[in-house]
Nanobody
Framework: QAQLVDSGGGSVQAGDSLRLSCVDS???????YGWFRQPPGKEREFVAA????????LYADSVKGRFTISRDNPKNAVYLQMNSLKPEDTAIYFC???????????????????WGQGTQVTVLS
């Protein structure tokens, strides 16, 4: 069964760091992975994306310079290192994958057919 399993969320203070993990079952054949988040009462939004080779990344302006997406191919894992967390980063974070690759990395949720179950990140002020 093709699936993604994300984890690593928690409750932290503003300014702290967290690292989210996403493990691919290996059956999605994804070539691009993304992280999205859904704040309370809001729509899901793009956070970051990475090509499976790791040499192409894309970030939302709101997280640029604070978050880093990375890939560990032997472990079939994708990570989101989140530093200098702010209360507005509070959301459910989802890992996503797609086997389709275009010239530019996709940032729309509709472009990703595979999704993790989500992990809650709460940043306290």
């Amino acid at each position: 069964q093709a699936q993604l399993v994300d984890s690593g969320g928690g409750s932290v203070q503003a300014g702290d760091s967290l690292r989210l993990s996403c493990v691919d079952s290996g059956r999605t054949a994804s070539v691009v992975y993304g992280w999205f988040r859904q704040p309370p009462g809001k729509e899901r939004e793009f956070v970051a994306a990475i090509k499976w080779t790791g040499d192409n990344t894309l970030y939302a302006d709101s997280v640029k310079g604070r978050f880093t997406i990375s890939r560990d191919n032997p472990k079939n894992a994708v990570y989101l290192q989140m530093n200098s967390l702010k209360p507005e980063d509070t959301a459910i974070y989802f890992c996503a994958g797609t086997a389709q690759f275009a010239v530019g990395l996709p940032s729309r949720s509709v472009d990703y057919p595979y999704w993790g179950q989500g992990t809650q990140v709460t940043v306290l002020s």
